[in-house]
């Protein structure tokens, strides 16, 4: 009873969305899983062998016969399924050949979904620091999807486009699963990212925050001379002025004695000069010789 109930529940989901045309792709899928359920769907894809003679064994006349029940239970399921219109067209054709008609019919609905999902599948890059996990779950149900399409990618390929799309981060895991050829189912693979993940995240440096200090910020201030000691004029230290010629030590000139002053602008200074050189003597003086 059980059985029956869990069978019915199945159809429903067919019932439910009928083939128009436009949907073939969910429709042949669930039709797929309820004749797997209800173990018949060898029907759709082995057709009806030849009547065994007369003279065959019991067995081989049961396979027959259970092979001929089935396809009239598959039979009127499909129909049941579709509109009126599809009904029309293959209410005289048996399952198997009932398939491949409407492969026939909706071959380019089907190869523009696989266009569309390898695609995505091929497009597929992990962004840097994203989690690995989300990722390959939606890489796998893309190249699952190619499978229930009949395009179904061998195990190393698919392998080969999951680790394609791993960033830089992971370059160290990639080559060693290449160089070690290792062998892992995708969600094996999926179990392996994560560990790694996992890894990663404990061995990662934390940020160190840089506090700069501000204090001391702009021109350098330039530093003053010291008064007084090697100040010029100062009077003070090696570097203070000496006294003109032609004036004192107090600033006087040697004539009058009042500051301000210049001995060699002197009349008087000049007019001994003139002398001296009449008489041959020198302005302070002395005689030459």
């Keep these: ?72 239970d598959v039979r ?98 990639v080559l060693n699963f290449n160089m070690n050829e290792i062998d892992k189912t995708l969600p094996q693979l999926l179990s392996m990212l994560r560990t790694v993940e996992g890894n990663m995240k404990r061995v990662r440096p934390k940020p160190i925050l840089m506090v700069r200090n501000n204090k001391g910020k702009g021109k350098a201030k330039v530093q003053k001379k010291p008064k007084g000691k090697g100040r010029p004029n100062s009077g003070k230290g090696k570097a203070a002025l000496k006294p003109k010629s032609g004036v004192s030590k107090e600033g006087n000139c040697f004539h009058y004695g009042v500051t301000g002053h210049w001995k060699r602008n002197y009349p008087v200074y000049l007019e001994e000069i003139k002398k001296a050189k009449a008489s041959g003597t020198s302005a302070s003086g002395t005689t030459k010789e």
């Excluded at 869990?6 to 073939?24: A, I, P």
């Excluded at 050949?97 to 609905?109: N, R, S, T, V």
């Excluded at 995505?120 to 999807?145: D, N, T, W």
């Design 1 to 72: 009873m059980a059985a029956n109930t869990n069978t019915l529940s199945l159809r429903s989901v067919l019932e439910n969305d009928k083939l128009n045309g436009l949907n073939f792709l969910d429709w042949f899928r669930n039709l797929r899983i309820v004749l797997k359920q209800e173990r018949k769907l060898y029907v759709n894809e082995q057709p009806l062998p030849n009547e065994p003679p007369a003279n065959a064994s019991r067995a081989d006349r049961d396979v027959y016969k259970k092979h001929l029940n089935d396809m009239v």
């Design 76 to 173: 009127c399921l499909m129909l049941a399924t579709m509109n009126p219109e599809l009904q029309k067209q293959h209410e005289d054709m048996v399952a198997y050949d009932m398939i491949d008609h409407l492969k026939e019919l909706y071959q380019g609905q089907a190869r523009q979904k696989r266009f569309d999902i390898s695609k995505a599948l091929f497009q597929c890059k992990m962004a840097e620091g994203s989690p690995v996990g989300p990722h390959v779950l939606k890489m796998i149900r893309y190249i699952e999807s190619l499978f229930k399409l009949g395009f179904p990618l061998s195990q190393e390929l698919a392998t080969d486009v999951i680790l394609q799309s791993l960033p830089d981060s992971y370059s160290q895991f």
